[in-house]
């Protein structure tokens, strides 16, 4: 073990961040050995500026938890760790590992799916991948531990592998991942064992890796900020096809332009996506399949869709992309079409649209990177630039703006460029043979590089003139045939026979005032006719009267007043008719008589209440009782007796009062019955009127 000055490598404590130093120092307060290791002191050594700093321990999760409390959480199966939270930056603690012990551990191809085996730090360094990545700063002492030549290794800026090659890859197959990384990001080479290592075989062993782990891994490989030279060595070496579905042979412009743009804004310090970049490295996937829906004539929203959604479940196989990460995507590709031709109405919410930015950014870029001349890919019609000078308008320029937009979009400039031109119809191609014809002919100048020269007008020209005055004449031949036409239908004659001077056609139907005005008739001639209608039928009147007299004489007068009646008849008739010898065009329109209104008196009600009918029942029964004749003291006894021996049934008590009312009352005295409404219970009965009578007398 070779033990070296910090001071010596130019390493100090003033240059760490607070929060590893006070990680540090608890854990050593509490008798535990701690130190930094891994990529922060590889990182300061190489004079890079490290993004976070590890620490490891000899202290086991539970006893760091016990430690730090609620600022620690422990994460992980397969390898255990603890997360300290210290103000804002969070260590990432580890335990020292012990090579696995027995078959539980590994799979049959030896990949280790269990690696919780507490060890030294002896064994913890012989469990490190890389040798650049096992040295161990401990930055309260200031020294620092190399146990494998790892310094030299960062000298000759070489990648290797600690112990066996083929066997550490066996156990990890994502170090082929990371050796390509730190490739990229150092510059470093690779040596002679690891090199040998990236074949079909080892890279087949990717595939048994959970696909959660492969996307963290993608993740640092994306947002490193060396993510150009890291593409090529991905398709170099072969590691795209085991980490992305369907890619293609060499990665497309848009993929290297994204990959620029994105180390640039790392650099700049900006945030990123790494879900940008797989929406850039899927694109040509997601064309594929759009085009296969659009061939079984999907709607176009639901092609979009269906595509999106497949190959993203494909990717899924591959990495596992969180489901945050696979809608940012889908909504990038689905708003390529939606900003690349924009309804006006929907301008302001596509730009308050969350993932507007970076589906601007995508567009953007598709135009840079002449995405239209991809077959599947549809044009962007320019609208990159559009956006990108919409995003810096105020309010009110960005509603004009819109007003431009709508402007142009109606007279067809801004289609002009969508490669979606139809062929004009036979009508429009001689419309535009005429007006060349005619000579109407732009006078700005042209440009030199267009080719073009102008020379004077030919006599052709002056030859248009007299055709369009030829062209005229047709016209008004063709306005009189119409004209004539029209009379032999009798559709009506046409007032003034002779064609406008602006060659337009007269009205088909016109209409003479005067003529209108002599058939509405006056007032003197309403009253006239008035007078005749009432003559004529007092005439009838009379003459009706003289027939009736005359039916009652002789039949000889009454042929001689029948002939005498017809002629004065017919000749009233002449009267009438010559008086009636009135215009047949003219329309008699009598005076509205008004009508007085009659007001009626209101009658009294026909009901009678319950008393007044009892009273008028009672008057009834006294006028008929003076009508019977008196009864005899004999037909008395018989009717009392006959009562009392009378049975109780209904039907023989009617008999009984039958026979008594046929022997007192005869029945050519008895008033005729009239057939009244059934009276309420207070009226009396026919026997007991009877009886009451009888007592009365």
């Known amino acids: 073990m070779a033990e070296r000055s910090a001071k010596q490598l130019g390493l100090s404590k003033a240059d760490l961040p607070n929060s590893i130093i006070e990680v540090i120092a608890t854990l050593s307060k509490a008798g535990f050995d701690a130190y930094i290791v891994g990529g922060g002191v590889r990182d300061t050594l190489l004079g890079l500026n490290p993004k976070d700093f590890d620490a490891v321990t000899d202290a086991r999760p539970h006893e760091v938890k016990d430690l730090f409390g609620k600022r620690c959480r422990i994460i992980g199966r397969r390898f255990q760790l603890a997360h300290v939270y210290s103000g804002r930056d969070m260590i990432e603690v580890a335990t020292f590992r012990a090579p696995p012990s027995g078959d539980a551990h590994t799979t049959s191809d030896g990949m280790i799916v269990r690696d919780n085996v507490w060890g030294d730090i002896h064994q913890d360094f012989a469990r490190r991948d890389f040798s650049i990545n096992a040295m161990y700063y401990e930055p309260l002492k ?9 310094l030299d290794d960062i000298k000759n800026k070489t990648l290797r592998l600690l112990g066996h090659a083929p066997l550490r890859i066996e156990e990890d197959p994502v170090r082929l991942l990371r050796a390509l990384r730190f490739k990229a990001k150092l510059g470093f080479e690779f040596d002679a064992d690891l090199s040998e290592q990236f074949h079909d075989d080892n890279w087949a062993l990717l595939d048994q890796v959970s696909p959660h782990r492969l996307y963290d891994e993608s993740q640092k490989m994306f947002t490193g900020g060396y993510l150009v030279p890291l593409l090529p060595l991905l398709f170099e070496y072969g590691a795209i096809r085991h980490l992305i579905i369907y ?21 700049l310090g900006k945030s990123i996506n790494p879900a940008f970049f797989y929406a850039a490295l899927l694109w040509e996937n997601y064309l594929h399949q759009l085009a296969k829906f659009k061939k079984k004539n999907m709607p176009f929203h639901d092609a979009q869709l269906q595509a999106a959604s497949k190959v993203i479940d494909r990717q899924r196989i591959k990495t596992a992309i969180p489901r945050f990460a696979e809608q940012f995507i889908r909504d990038i590709w689905i708003l390529q079409p939606k900003l690349a031709n924009p309804r006006v ?25 002449d995405d239209e001349l991809n077959p599947l890919s549809e044009s962007t019609n320019g609208m990159g630039e559009w956006w990108q000078t919409y995003q810096t308008l105020s309010e009110k320029q960005k509603q004009q703006a819109i007003d431009d937009f709508a402007g142009d979009s109606r007279r067809g400039a801004s289609k002009s460029s969508r490669n979606r031109g139809r062929s004009r119809n036979r009508q429009e191609d001689k419309n535009s043979s005429v007006d060349t014809d005619l000579g109407q002919q732009s006078t700005a100048p042209k440009s030199e590089n267009s080719g073009v020269d102008y020379a004077p007008k030919s006599p052709k ?81 009379t003459a009706i009267k003289e027939q009736q007299s005359s039916q009652s004489e002789s039949p000889t007068k009454a042929k001689v007043s029948s002939k005498s009646h017809s002629a004065t008849k017919h000749s009233a008739e002449k009267v009438v008719s010559s008086q009636l010898v009135v215009k047949k065009d003219v329309v ?32 009834k029964a006294a006028v008929n009782a003076e009508k019977l004749p008196e009864p005899q003291p004999e037909a008395v006894k018989d009717f009392a007796e006959d009562k009392a021996k009378a049975p109780k049934s209904k039907s023989k008590a009617k008999q009984a009062v039958a026979a008594v009312t046929d022997k007192v009352i005869p029945k050519s005295d008895r008033v005729p019955a009239t057939r009244r409404r059934r009276e309420p219970s207070s009226t009396l009965s026919v026997s007991e009127r009877a009886t009451s009578e009888t007592s009365q007398s």
Do not use: W
């Not at 293609?248 to 804004?265: F, G, H, M, Y």
């Not at 950014?361 to 598709?366: P, S, T």
């Not at 602006?502 to 008739?521: E, G, H, R, Y």
């Open 247 to 267: 890619p293609p042979e060499q990665p497309s412009r848009l993929v290297n332009q994204v990959a620029i743009n994105t180390d640039k804004r790392i650099a």
């Open 142 to 150: 200031g020294v620092v531990y190399d146990f494998c030549d790892a």
């Open 461 to 541: 020209h002056k030859v248009d003139s007299h055709s369009k005055s030829a062209t005229l004449s047709t016209q008004d031949k063709h306005y009189a045939e119409e004209r004539a036409q029209l009379e032999k239908l009798s559709l009506g004659r046409l007032v003034g026979e002779q064609l406008t001077k602006q060659n337009q056609p007269s009205p088909l139907f016109t209409i003479n005032a005067d003529k209108m005005a002599k058939q509405v008739p006056q007032q003197s001639d309403i009253d006239k006719q008035v007078e005749i209608n009432k003559q004529t039928e007092k005439d009838r009147a």
């Open 345 to 369: 109405k929907q301008i302001a919410q596509l730009a308050e649209h969350p993932r507007f930015r970076a589906a601007f950014d995508f567009l953007l870029l598709r135009e840079q990177c």
């Open 588 to 619: 008699l329109l009598p005076k509205a008589e008004p009508i007085p209104s009659k007001r009626r008196r209101r009658e009294p009600s026909q009901e009678l209440s319950q008393s007044e009918r009892l009273q008028a029942n009672q008057s």
